[in-house]
């Protein structure tokens, strides 16, 4: 079983990957369980497939699970369900030094987690990422947020997980559709720094997706180790390094405000596509040949994942979607801050670029 270790100064975790990991829970946690109730925060899909094997890993233990029990998808990460998870865990005494459960993909982690951070200044909380996006991306790395109407993960706060549980049984249960989204946050390692880990995506993406345990395995400690050494030199994204891991997402971002944050357009969805425009406004600006701005199309195309902003069917023009990009967190002193790539795997961050610039080049993809 591949085991990544996370070196935050001071707070090293690990990040697990294997399989039955959900089934042995309760071993693979061991003394961070340290009372007979445990917090277990989920949503309804997830706890219909998991529920039973997470009750009866922790009744082997002599634990039993305390339930909460949220709606499946985006729209769940919200100041009202933010409230009520804290209040449920208040009511159930949380000391600091407890350990609450994340079970399941990057909806629950990101709430969970923010509700861990400010629970008493600061709790415990173990990550057992459900969903391929969340195993090789947001379990990993310490971001928490919640979205808001002005747009996603506007509030939240850097607290790390003690540690991760990446089960690679919880993928056989995902639909296609699901299992792509995530596959968006693998590719996008290759594209920020490593093209030979881009060659083997396309290579081997098609069979990751159709269940090759094999390349199942690979592809998330590999996106894992990747975001770890990231995460590890700029926990805070201070010197910019991490943010690097946000190629695609300010695109994404726009499109997925644009879309209402709903299961029309799904945030893997949202980044994969990102990462399309943003590569073909990268050729736009001479940085790296059309030719290669269309391999990574192709690619993303290739597996199913959306590749013309035209599909979408947006009625909007190019200025108010390039409005959404306002609201990134990486705007500083109100000039915008784009990743762009000087080719596969030469991903940078540059604060050159206008709004006029972005909504010209986004006129120019809406209208084909």
């Known amino acids: 079983m591949p085991i990544i270790s996370v070196d935050i100064a001071g707070r090293p975790y690990e990040v697990r990957v294997g399989a039955g990991l959900i089934a042995n829970l309760a071993q693979e946690a ?36 305390a339930w909460h029990i949220l709606p499946a998808g985006e729209s769940t990460k919200s100041w009202a369900n933010l ?69 996603k993960n506007l509030v939240g706060a850097f607290h790390q997980p003690s540690l991760v549980l990446a089960d690679l049984d919880a993928l056989d249960t995902l639909p296609r559709r699901e299992l792509a989204s995530g596959y968006a946050e ?21 069979a990751m997706l159709s269940g090759d345990r094999a390349a199942r395995e690979h592809a998330v400690a590999y996106s894992v180790a990747a975001k770890a050494r990231i995460v590890a030199e700029d926990e805070f994204e201070t010197t910019g390094l991490r943010a690097l891991l946000n190629l695609g997402h300010t695109f994404g971002h726009a499109l997925e405000a644009e879309t209402g944050f709903s299961d029309r ?19 736009r600006r001479g940085l790296m040949g059309t030719d290669e701005a269309e391999r990574v199309a192709a690619h993303i195309a290739a597996v199913g994942l959306p590749a013309d902003i035209r599909a979408l069917g947006l009625n909007v023009s ?9 609201h990134d967190k990486k705007v500083d002193a109100g000039r915008l801050a784009f990743l762009l790539m000087r080719g596969i795997g030469g991903t940078f961050l540059t604060k050159d670029v206008t709004l006029e610039e972005v909504s010209a080049f986004l006129r120019e993809e809406l209208e084909g």
Request: charged content about 15%; some cysteine.
């Open 265 to 283: 357009l799904l945030h893997g969805e949202a980044v994969a596509l990102g990462c399309v425009l943003a590569a073909r406004f990268s050729a």
């Open 186 to 206: 693998v590719v996008k390692y290759g594209l920020i720094n490593d093209p030979e880990f881009f060659t083997w995506c396309e290579a081997n993406g098609e």
């Open 318 to 326: 190019g200025a108010q979607l390039a409005a959404h990009t306002l």
């Open 30 to 65: 061991g003394a961070r369980l340290r009372k007979p109730v445990v917090p277990v925060i989920t949503d309804a899909n997830v706890h219909k497939a998991w529920g039973a094997a997470v009750d009866a890993s922790l009744a082997a233990a002599g634990k039993s699970a």
């Open 83 to 151: 409230v009520a998870v804290v209040d449920g865990l208040l009511a159930l005494e949380v000391e600091r030094g407890d350990h609450i459960i994340a079970l399941g993909g990057g909806v629950i982690g990101d709430l969970t987690g923010f509700a861990a951070s400010m629970l008493k200044r600061g709790c415990h909380f173990i990550q057992v990422p459900t969903s391929l996006l969340a195993q090789v991306d947001s379990s990993v790395g310490g971001k928490t947020a919640i979205n808001t109407p002005a747009g």
